[in-house]
T-cell receptor
């Protein structure tokens, strides 16, 4: 089966610019996650969707980050305006459901460099 | 609340030697525990997981881990390292009961280097 697709693979922007990342989960997966992985740290959950509704966005910096999952399939994560500390790999993951025993499938990530 | 501590951000072993990557967790509810591997420029792949039942779990590529509740540990081992095992390894925890949420919390990772 096709995996989780993310684009772009790399993005370099200057601080205060805007950027958007795109994620296409595995077909049929109702739950979608965005993680931020800063160099030297483990991935941190930013937001979790169940279909097109938000389940958990407690660690999303809402003053600059936004995410949507229109129609409950693809998702976009936006940063506006970007700061230097936003430099990280942004990972998208999906699972069939939010159940505790569900396996997460991760994409290859988008590496963001903010200069 | 839950958290994971991985001891040693970098571990180096010789090819054929034992691999031991340490993970200790903290969780207010019975945990589900995971080990993920990340190869360069790739996404995270699930190596193995503990949910309930047998405390020694076997994963892919010859890795295994043992859940020790008394020690709050979930160390990852492999009897004989191979060059292809060089990667970054992440331990993770999530609540292990319904209603506890399913947020996956990762450790900071251990970079494994395998030398000839």
């Amino acid at each position: 089966e096709a995996g989780v697709a993310q684009s772009p693979r790399y993005k370099i922007i200057e601080k205060r610019q805007s950027v958007a990342f795109w994620c296409n989960p595995i077909s049929g997966h109702a739950t979608l996650y965005w993680y931020q992985q800063i160099l030297g740290q483990g991935p941190k959950l930013l937001i979790q969707f169940q279909n097109n509704g938000v389940v958990d966005d407690s660690q999303l910096p809402k003053d600059r980050f936004s995410a949507e999952r229109l129609k409950g399939v693809d998702s976009t994560l936006k940063i506006q305006p970007a700061k230097l500390e936003d430099s990280a790999v942004y990972l998208c993951a999906s699972s069939l459901s939010p159940g505790t025993n569900e396996k997460l499938f991760f994409g290859s990530g988008t590496q963001l460099s903010v200069l | 609340a839950q958290s994971v501590t991985q001891l040693g951000s970098h571990v180096s072993v010789s090819e054929g030697a034992l691999v031991l990557l340490r993970c200790n967790y903290s969780s207010s509810v019975p945990p589900y525990l995971f080990w993920y591997v990340q190869y360069p420029n790739q996404g995270l792949q699930l190596l193995l997981k503990y949910t309930t039942g047998a405390t020694l779990v076997k994963g892919i590529n010859g890795f295994e881990a043992e859940f020790k509740k008394s020690e709050t540990s979930f160390h990852l081992t492999k009897p004989s390292a191979h060059m292809s095992d060089a990667a970054e390894y992440f331990c993770a925890v999530r609540p292990g009961r319904a209603g506890g949420g399913n947020k996956l919390t990762f450790g900071t990772g251990t970079q494994l280097k395998v030398e000839l």
